[in-house]
């Protein structure tokens, strides 16, 4: 079992940027492909960023490109998230998410954590 705690989220202006953290227990997440995901209200889960075990190759959804970057510290057990140029479409709660599988479809996730809010106000 692994136990995800997201951190970081809060209130930001369009253009601001914020750095989410995903503390892991239980088992080291070097095992794991790591991801994020994003739910606005009203609105399915949608994939955001994900990266490798080893860190080393990193994925994107469009909306995140260019603007979002995701790294983790294997030592430390946890995973990043470095928003930058936040826009109010941004809006939604963040949770981190961990794999043994590749994917961007949040069912193929077996952990998640319990989400942090993040609000951008235009």
């Known amino acids: 079992q692994v136990q995800l705690v997201e951190s970081g989220g809060g209130l930001v202006q369009a253009g601001g940027s914020l750095r989410l953290s995903c503390a892991a227990s239980?088992?080291?997440?070097?095992?794991?492909?790591m991801a994020w995901f994003r739910q606005a209200p009203g609105k399915e889960r949608e994939f955001a960023a994900r990266i490798t075990r080893s860190g080393g190759n990193t994925y994107y959804a469009d909306s995140a490109k260019g603007r979002f970057t995701i790294s983790r510290d294997n030592s430390k057990n946890t995973l990043y998230l470095q928003m930058n140029s936040l826009k109010p479409e941004d809006t939604a709660v963040y949770y981190c998410a961990a794999t043994t599988s590749g994917s961007s479809d949040p069912r193929t996730y077996h952990y998640w954590g319990q989400g942090t809010q993040v609000t951008v106000s235009s």
């Open positions: 239980g088992r080291t997440i070097s095992s794991y492909i």
